[in-house]
């Protein structure tokens, strides 16, 4: 009996479903009654986040093509930062802050749904690459002995998908509220003070971000 019941409420749900279908012109990502919809974007991203068990602030860019209001293809990166603080090991008895700091960018892919109405989502996926490095804090340099001043570097592979909660204020500008996850590959740093002992952990870059996107454009 169960099984009978379950079978009409599909049926009921995939009739309703239908004849909504029925009722508007079927469209495609890449077609739209022959026409296409062409638009683009440029943001600035300002992050929060934490890197190396620490708060960090990450400040981006990124750029991309507009397919048929529903799909963005295009570019973007962030420059990253943590706190800097005293570090707990021998290189630290000279009182000098150390922070970890980088950057990264690869090809976006953003799906976005609702485009047209005011308040509507967006999926954006950043794959690419970047680099980071540990060292004294700006304040901290020695001009004339930039080996001191400098620990480790190393590079890494990153995919970081996210959604976005998207604001239409005016026809060429959208405000969007982001959350997004940073995947990375292994970092592998160590100290150059001879023991070879590792920066902190090989996940270090991983993490969740949250900030605002301010996109201006022909969306």
Not at 74 to 96: A, C, E, Q, R, V
Not at 114 to 143: C, M, Q, R, T
């Amino acid at each position: 009996m169960k099984k009978i019941f379950l079978g009409i409420v599909i049926v009921l749900f995939c009739t309703g479903s239908f004849s909504q279908e029925n009722s508007q012109d079927f469209q495609t990502l890449f077609s739209n009654n022959g026409e296409r919809a062409n638009g683009g974007y440029g943001a600035i991203m300002l992050n929060y986040g934490e890197i190396n068990n620490r708060d960090a602030i990450l400040i981006g860019a990124r750029g991309a093509w507009l397919i048929n209001h529903s799909f963005g293809l295009g570019l973007g990166g962030y420059g990253f930062m943590n706190d800097p603080i005293l570090d707990n090991t021998p290189i630290g008895n000279d009182n000098s802050k150390y922070q970890t700091a980088g950057g990264y960018g690869g090809i976006l892919l953003e799906p976005i749904i609702g485009a047209k109405k005011p308040i509507h989502h967006s999926f954006p996926i950043l794959i690419g690459a970047g680099g980071v490095a540990y060292s004294k804090h700006w304040e901290n340099y020695d001009s004339e002995d930039y080996q001191n001043d400098y620990e480790d570097s190393d590079a890494f592979f990153v995919v970081e998908p996210g959604i976005e909660l998207e604001f239409n204020m005016v026809k060429f500008f959208r405000l969007a509220l982001s959350t997004s996850y940073r995947f990375t590959s292994d970092i592998n740093m160590n100290y150059n003070d001879g023991t070879g002992e590792r920066i902190g952990s090989q996940d270090m870059l991983r993490g969740w971000n949250f900030g605002i996107v301010m996109k201006f454009g022909k969306f």
